[in-house]
C-alpha cells in the first residue's frame, strides 16, 4: 500500500475513532470509506510516485486574464490587492478555469507578493506593467512587521481556500502556493519586476540585511503555507521564478539554503503535504536544487531538458512542466507537436503536465481546451 493511501487510512481511522471509539467498524459510513479510498487524485498519486499515463495537467495560473469571465470578475474589486482579499472573488476566479477544462488540480487564487504587504511594505499593480513595491534599496534601516501578525492579515487567502476545497471535487487537488524567499525578496529589492541588478548588487553591499530579508521570509513564509495546508491545500508549490541569472556562491546562499530552511520548517510545522519547489531559471543547480532543498517534486521550466533534469533529480522524484507557453498563443499543429513531445520527454518517470511558465494574457481558452484534449488523449 503506498504511503497516502495508508495515511488517508489512519486519517480516516483517526477521525473515526474520536467520534465513537467503540464501534468503529460497524459505523463506518461505506460510502465515505470509499470515497476517502478512492482513487486519490491522479495528481497527487503521481506526486507520491506513480508513473500515470496519460499524465495529470494542470496549468501554472491557470485563472487569469485570458478568460473573458475572470476580465469581468476582475473589474468587480478596485484593486488587484483587494481582489486577492475577497474571498468570494477569489473563490469564483478558481473555479471559473475548471467549469471550463477537465483539469486535474485547482491553484489557490492569490499572489506572491500578499507576504511582503502583509508584511508592511506598500505593494500595488500598475495596469498592464504589473507589481510596484517601494524599493528597499533606497531605505536606510529596513523594518518588518512580525510574522505572526502578518499571517493575521492573510486569513482572508485562507478563508478563500477553505471555501473552494468546500467546493471542488475530491479528485482535484487544490494547490497552496508562495514565492521563494529569493523571489519575493528580488521584488522588495528593486521594486518591480524585469531585471534584478540592484537585488543582486544588494546582496553583495548588503550582506547581512539580505539575509535578515530572506530569514523573515522564510519564517513567514512557512507560516502562510501551514496556513493554507490547515485551511484544506492538499499540496504546495513554491514559485522561485527568479532563480536564474546566479553565480554558485550567490545560489547556494539566496536559494539553497532559504530554500531548504522553508522546507524544513514547513516540516517542523507538522505539514506533511508534497512541496512542489520551481526554481525558474536555476539551469546548471537544478541537480542541486532537487537534491538539497528537501521538495517532493520539482518544477521543470521550458528551456530546462527532461533527460537533464531526470539524471540530476533523486530517483524517481516526480517532475512537472515544461511546454511552452507561447504555443497556447500559437496553437494548431505547433501546439499538438509541442504536447507531444513534451508527454514523451518526461515519459521515463512520474510526471505532471504543465507549462514551463504561467500561461500569458495571449493565450486562447481554445487552445488551452484543445492541449487538455491532447494530454488527455496522450496514454
Ligand atoms: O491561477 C493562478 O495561478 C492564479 C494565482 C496566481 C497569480 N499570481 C495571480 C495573478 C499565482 C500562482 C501567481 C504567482 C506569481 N505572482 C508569480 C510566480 C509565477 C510566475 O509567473 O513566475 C509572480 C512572479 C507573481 C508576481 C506578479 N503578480 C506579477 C509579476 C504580476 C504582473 C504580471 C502579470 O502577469 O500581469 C502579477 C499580477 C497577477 N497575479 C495577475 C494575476 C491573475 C494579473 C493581474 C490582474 O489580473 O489584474
Known amino acids: 500500500m503506498d504511503l497516502l493511501w495508508t495515511q488517508k487510512l489512519s486519517q480516516f481511522a483517526y477521525r473515526h475513532n474520536n467520534e465513537s471509539p467503540l464501534i468503529t467498524i460497524q459505523n463506518l459510513d461505506l460510502e465515505e470509506a470509499m470515497a476517502d479510498l478512492k482513487d486519490p487524485s491522479v495528481f497527487l498519486r503521481v506526486l507520491n510516485g506513480e508513473r ?37 472573488l477569489a473563490t469564483e476566479a478558481v473555479l471559473q478555469p475548471l467549469r471550463r477544462f477537465p483539469l486535474d488540480a485547482a491553484i489557490l487564487f492569490s499572489d506572491i507578493l500578499v507576504v511582503p504587504d502583509a508584511l508592511g511594505r506598500k505593494v500595488w499593480f500598475v495596469e498592464g506593467e504589473g507589481p510596484r513595491l517601494e524599493p528597499l534599496t533606497q531605505e536606510a534601516g529596513w523594518m518588518f512587521d512580525d510574522p505572526q501578525k502578518a499571517i493575521q492579515r492573510l486569513s482572508p487567502v485562507y478563508e478563500t481556500a477553505e471555501r473552494i476545497r468546500g467546493q471542488i471535487s475530491k479528485d482535484i487537488a487544490l494547490i497552496g502556493f508562495a514565492g521563494g524567499p529569493w523571489t519575493v525578496a528580488t521584488y522588495m529589492l528593486q521594486g518591480c519586476g524585469g531585471d534584478k541588478d540592484e537585488a543582486r548588487r544588494a546582496a553583495y553591499v548588503r550582506y547581512q540585511d539580505v ?49 531548504t530552511a522553508l522546507v524544513s520548517r514547513l516540516r517542523a510545522l507538522g505539514v506533511t503535504v508534497p512541496i512542489i519547489g520551481f526554481p525558474r531559471g536555476a539551469g546548471a543547480h537544478i541537480g542541486r536544487y532537487a537534491r538539497e532543498t528537501g521538495i517532493t517534486a520539482l518544477g521543470v521550466d521550458t528551456q530546462t531538458p527532461a533527460a537533464f533534469v531526470r539524471e540530476q533529480a533523486p530517483a524517481n522524484m516526480p517532475l512537472q512542466g515544461n511546454l511552452d507557453p507561447q504555443l497556447l498563443v500559437a496553437g494548431g499543429k505547433f501546439l499538438e507537436q509541442g504536447a507531444r513531445h513534451v508527454v514523451e520527454a518526461f515519459r521515463g518517470g512520474p510526471h505532471i503536465f504543465n507549462l514551463g511558465h504561467g500561461i500569458t494574457p495571449q493565450a486562447t481558452p481554445e487552445n488551452v481546451a484543445e492541449l487538455v484534449r491532447i494530454v488527455k488523449g496522450a496514454a
Request: hydrophobic share 45%; with cysteine.
Open 211 to 259: 539575509d535578515h530579508l530572506l530569514n523573515v521570509l522564510v519564517e513567514t513564509t512557512a507560516q502562510h503555507l501551514a496556513a493554507q495546508v490547515k485551511a484544506g491545500a492538499d499540496c504546495l508549490q513554491i514559485f522561485e521564478s527568479w532563480a536564474e541569472g546566479l553565480s554558485l556562491p550567490l545560489f547556494e546562499r539566496l536559494i539553497l539554503k532559504p530554500s
Open 52 to 88: 500515470i499515463n496519460p499524465p495529470p495537467i494542470w496549468i501554472m495560473r491557470q485563472a487569469g486574464r485570458y478568460l473573458p469571465e475572470y476580465r469581468e470578475l476582475r473589474t468587480r474589486a478596485k484593486s488587484f490587492l483587494d481582489f486577492c482579499y475577497s474571498p468570494a
